[in-house]
């Protein structure tokens, strides 16, 4: 490994185009995901929800991971997507996503994360009334907890699951920076040795990640708006990262 590599630690294939956006922005980088992806198990539950689509009047894709595995299972019973439902994306490689399925989807400008999307108009109170939302198993709750306090009936599609997975993370000095997409995935780093790199600066998603990674130790951790590829090269540069030339030291 070049010394002063960015480790990204997201699940595939996300860590692949993360560390494609680096490189081609100048910041020397390696995929290291400490987490895997795999879709959920068949289940009369999952079918039931999916085939319940139409009953809702919007439809919250949470990342991409949820685009691949969800519209497999809708693309399965609904050929023609249902006309009243709208579509929402956190984050615009989520939408990217559901554009390549030829769905348009609502996406906040700039901020990444669920944050962004709770601002958009289309999801204030009394605007949408059930809403689904397809992510992982056990996804964020800051969702649900403000649309239901706006009045909506929301329901969950899992249609994913995150495994760890046995890495062997380089020593302190071959490493510029971490980048996590996830309280997930930080708590996976750490699992597989993160430990050793509490003193090595750390690009999370969000406040509420940075507060994990505070607790656990770390002690330079900065705040990108959003796990997306451009947020993670904004947080970098705020670090110093990414000045110099691809392959070498920061």
Known sequence: MTRGDVLVLRPQPGADETVAALEEAGIAARAMPVLD???????????????????????????PAAVRHGLRWIDRYWPQYPLRVRWFAVGARTAAELAAHGIRALVPDGDE????????????????????????????????????ARGATVAFL????RR????????????????????????????????????????????????GAREAGFTCVEVAAGAGPFATIE???RLGVGTGSTGAAQ
């Not at 198990?41 to 919007?58: E, M, W, Y």
């Not at 994360?113 to 709750?141: D, K, M, S, T």
């Not at 995935?185 to 050793?196: D, H, I, K, Q, S």
Request: glycine share 8%; net charge negative; aromatic share 2%.
């Open 235 to 237: 947080a970098l540069r």
């Open 37 to 63: 992806i795999e879709a959920m198990p068949d289940s009369p539950a999952l079918r039931a929800c999916v085939q319940d689509l139409d009953h809702h009047d919007a439809v919250i894709f949470v990342s």
């Open 113 to 148: 994360r669920a944050e962004g999307l709770l601002a958009l108009r289309e999801l204030q109170a009394g605007e949408v009334h059930r809403v689904l939302v397809v992510r992982g198993e056990g996804g964020r709750a800051l969702l649900a907890e403000e649309l239901a």
């Open 158 to 161: 899992e249609v994913y699951r």
């Open 164 to 211: 760890p997975r046995a890495v062997a993370l380089p020593p302190l000095a071959q490493v510029r920076a971490l980048v996590v997409s996830s309280g997930e995935v930080l708590e996976a780093c750490l699992a597989t040795g993160g430990a050793g790199l509490r003193t090595c600066p750390l690009v999370v998603p969000s406040e509420r990640v940075a507060a």
